[in-house]
């Protein structure tokens, strides 16, 4: 009778021979993180430069129905496939040689719910206003899919480690769509913005992916010693199921929670939660999510090396969170300033209760990635529904007294009370794993995927992390 995991279904893989010698980590969880942080900075600082553009050069009713057209199609794509870039960056460390077969299974998965979440909306929902004839409303789905490739293709360059070109393929995007979009508004070309937005997305697709099937993906060699062995068809499907039902969950808290607002207190309002909200959140907090999912991959890559990985991931973070958080936090005013007095006086508040919720988020993020790294999903699916109900209740339950500032609350809380719940067994798995914040982490073994954390494990001995379903991440939008 085969061995199992005290705290799951899972058969426990045997210990293997001890280590001889420890071998070094090198740079890659610091290049990737840093890789990934230019990527978002560049598609930040790009994306207000387009629409600045757009709104001096283009009447405000085509600005407004681009940015419709998508937002909305960039919303399917990610519901339709940000889940599955999750599931390559912690398969493909392990998948060797089978690595071009699941990079297009996992884009045959990912195209076909685009073409169900797509045909969805086009028949449900009315889209007078979003397109102006009927050719568009056909090819709507083709952009959609377009989108869903672009984001694809980046999660599997980090999968493979080859994250130093993801800011490069950004650049370029964002030159090459400020350029079409000049050129366009001065031509008075129609659907400006949608087509300077897409052609260069369509070239970087048909440009990188032949090159990553054809050529990169075939040359791969055997997984690397360490790595997370690859799952079975039937365990994939299972960590399929909690990635989805994960993103899922996520998405519903930026729908709700602007819905909540703007019923309850009007369009004025929602828009001075908003831009705050874009300011921490999708600023400082996607930053923590880029450092957090480099350790994931890395981990991936060689599971033996886990607890280092995450010594140095805690550092990086409150590195960027420690300074990140109290810098925005006084020069909170003078940001929103930019927008206009009426934000400093409505959001500044707000947005001061987003940044202190991002040192919670550290917390949690890490306990999430770690245990999808263990492949623990149903736990991590557990907390995300936990943080989604908290923060869309609280929010719900605080804003008719406090107006905005109750949404900023329910936020902070949700991600205490997340963080508070996880931090006892973060800290045995770190304890059992040699984590040390303040220097260079003791040569501990891992603790195999299957024992529960604060369990007693040999120091001598290496355990391989094995790859069976539990845990999926959280997914910043």
Not at 19 to 37: C, F, S, T, V, W
Not at 158 to 186: D, Y
Not at 249 to 258: A, K, N, S
Not at 346 to 359: F, Q, S, W
Request: charged fraction near 15%; glycine fraction near 8%.
């Amino acid at each position: 009778m085969d061995e199992r995991d005290p705290a799951g279904d899972t058969p426990a893989e045997p210990e293997q021979p001890p280590q001889q010698k420890r071998r070094r980590l090198g740079p890659g969880l610091e290049i990737n993180a840093i890789a990934l942080m230019a990527s978002t900075a560049i598609t930040a600082v790009v994306g207000l430069g387009f629409w600045a553009i757009a709104g001096n050069a283009l009447p405000v009713a085509d600005v407004g129905r681009a940015s419709a057209v998508i937002t909305t199609a960039t919303m399917i794509s990610q519901l339709s496939g940000s889940n599955i870039g999750l599931l390559f960056s912690r398969v493909l460390p392990g998948a060797g040689e089978r690595s071009r077969a699941v990079v297009l299974a996992g884009y045959g998965v990912a195209i076909a719910i685009s073409l169900v979440l797509t045909g969805g909306f086009l028949l449900l929902f009315p889209t007078e206003e979003l397109f102006d004839s009927a050719a568009e409303r056909v090819l709507f789905p083709l952009l959609v899919i377009t989108f869903c490739l672009f984001a694809l293709q980046d999660w599997v360059l980090t999968g493979i480690r080859a994250t130093t070109w993801i800011p490069v393929e950004q650049l370029l995007f964002a030159v090459a769509k400020l350029g079409l979009l000049a050129w366009f508004a001065f031509a008075m070309i129609d659907d400006a913005i949608v087509l300077a937005w897409t052609l260069p997305c369509v070239a970087t697709v048909l440009i990188i992916n032949p090159l990553l099937l054809a050529r990169v993906l075939p040359r791969r060699g055997p997984a690397p010693e360490g790595a997370a062995p690859m799952p079975d068809r039937r365990e994939m499907g299972k960590i399929f199921v909690g990635e989805y039902a994960t993103g899922a969950v996520t998405f519903v808290i930026p729908l709700v929670v602007p819905l909540l607002i703007l019923t309850q207190l009007g369009p004025e309002a929602n828009a001075y939660y908003a831009l705050p909200l874009l300011i921490a959140e999708s600023g400082l907090g996607v930053l923590i999510w880029n450092i957090s999912s480099s350790y994931m991959v890395e981990a991936s890559h060689d599971s033996r090396q886990i607890g280092p990985l995450m010594s140095r991931t805690w550092r990086l973070s409150f590195l960027v969170g420690g300074l990140g958080v109290p810098v925005l936090y006084l020069m909170a005013p003078w940001l929103l300033s930019f927008l206009g007095e009426s934000y400093v006086a409505e959001g500044t508040d707000v947005m001061r209760l987003l940044l202190l919720a991002i040192p919670f988020s550290i917390v949690s993020t890490m306990y999430i990635n770690t245990s999808r790294v263990r492949n623990r999903m149903g736990r991590v699916v557990a907390l995300q529904l936990l943080l989604a109900v908290l923060i869309i209740g609280l929010t719900a339950a605080l804003l008719p007294t406090m107006g905005i500032v109750g949404a900023g609350w329910g936020y902070l809380i949700a991600e205490a009370v997340v963080a508070l719940a996880v931090v006892i067994p973060l800290w045995r798995f770190m304890r059992a794993n040699g984590v040390t914040l303040l220097r260079a982490p003791k040569p501990v073994a891992p603790v195999r995927a299957g024992a529960e954390e604060g369990s007693e494990i040999d120091p001598e001995a290496t355990v391989r992390i094995t790859a069976q379903p539990s845990r999926a991440g959280r997914a910043r939008t």
